[in-house]
């Protein structure tokens, strides 16, 4: 058994012994010349023969765009055997007894590739939510949890395309999905979470502040706190909550929002209230019966005082109704 195995082992070494010969020594008279190389970096996805050797002469660009095989995924690399390559040209139907072969024996082909750190990816989302944003980076922390590896893509013009989560409102907990891509293409997706927080003026009730109570600056405080978890539409100016009405009660530190307020009822049902309609390029002032609660911005119903007639108008914030 062991002389059987001595014997296969020197035919596959003449062999190979044949086949380098073919590939290193026999020139085969005048036409193309491959030169291979040692080591080759290609793109893919495909190894072309142009990418692993020199050729030289009149069929040159042909045999450089001859398929040789897939290219290995990026980072990782492939050895091409010389009589791979010959197979390889014969199959694209090219004919090898001009070609003259020389170089290395085999081509280690490596496919060209880039990088993604965690650190990248966390700098560009960190760089993506500063800018969606509508808080100020001085006043806000950003917590990010990216993927723990590396992300390896093939070589080429490398961008993130960023999609928060829906409803994201880039407050509290919330999550992100990053295509990576290249040249265009997507090559990889990542998913991210970052823990939002940001802090600023909010205004609160100064003191208990019952239900109905016409609101003034001494009810109201100022108060720096997070906005994680307060409600939809507080207000951070005072000013804009004087003369506001109260919905409900409010008690000392609480954060004000548009729900827990209203504007005051500008004029009450049966009220003579001012109008002011247009005509062409005139005003025209008059006086009418509301027939309506309202509020300022409220579309109110009125009567005009002479002939009765239905109309609506728009209560402005001097209490006139305006009519276009």
């Not at 993130?160 to 992100?176: D, E, I, K, M, S």
């Not at 548009?258 to 049966?270: D, F, G, I, Q, Y």
Request: glycine share 8%; hydrophobic share 40%; proline share 5%.
């Amino acid at each position: 058994m062991a002389q059987a195995r001595d014997i296969r082992a020197r035919v596959r070494r003449r062999v190979a012994g044949a086949l380098l010969v073919v590939c290193l020594v026999a020139p085969l008279g005048r036409g193309d010349t491959i030169t291979l190389k040692d080591e080759a970096y290609v793109k893919g996805p495909k190894i072309l023969l142009g990418d692993i050797a020199e050729i030289e002469g009149t069929d040159a660009q042909a045999l450089a765009e001859v398929e040789v095989a897939p290219a290995p995924t990026p980072g990782n690399t492939k050895r091409l055997d010389c009589a791979l390559l010959m197979y390889r040209i014969k199959n694209a139907g090219i004919q090898t007894e001009s070609l003259e072969v020389a170089g290395a024996p085999s081509v280690t082909a490596t496919t060209l590739h880039l990088e993604v750190s965690k650190e990248m990816l966390a700098q560009d989302l960190r760089q993506f939510i500063e800018a969606q944003m509508p808080w100020e980076p001085a006043n806000t922390t950003i917590e990010l949890s990216v993927p723990s590896q590396d992300v390896i893509v093939p070589d080429g013009d490398l961008t993130v395309q960023w999609r928060p989560a829906a409803q994201c409102n880039y407050l509290g907990h919330t999550g992100f999905r990053g295509e990576i891509k290249v040249d265009g293409k997507t090559q990889k997706t990542v998913l991210c979470t970052a823990d939002i927080e940001t802090y600023g003026d909010v205004v609160t009730a100064a003191m208990d502040v019952p239900r109905g109570k016409v609101l003034s600056a001494n009810d109201l405080s100022v108060q720096q706190r997070s906005y994680v978890g307060l409600p939809a539409g507080v207000f951070t100016d005072p000013e804009e909550l004087v003369g506001y009405v109260t919905r409900t009660t409010l008690f000392p530190g609480q954060p004000i929002a548009k729900s827990h307020v209203a504007m005051p009822e500008l004029v009450k049902r049966n009220q003579i209230v001012e109008v002011e309609t247009r005509t062409g390029a005139l005003w025209i002032r008059s006086q009418a019966r509301a027939l309506d609660d309202a509020r300022a911005g409220d579309l109110v119903t009125c009567a005009n005082l002479g002939s009765k007639q239905i109309f609506q108008g728009t209560l402005r914030k001097d209490g006139v109704v305006v009519v276009d």
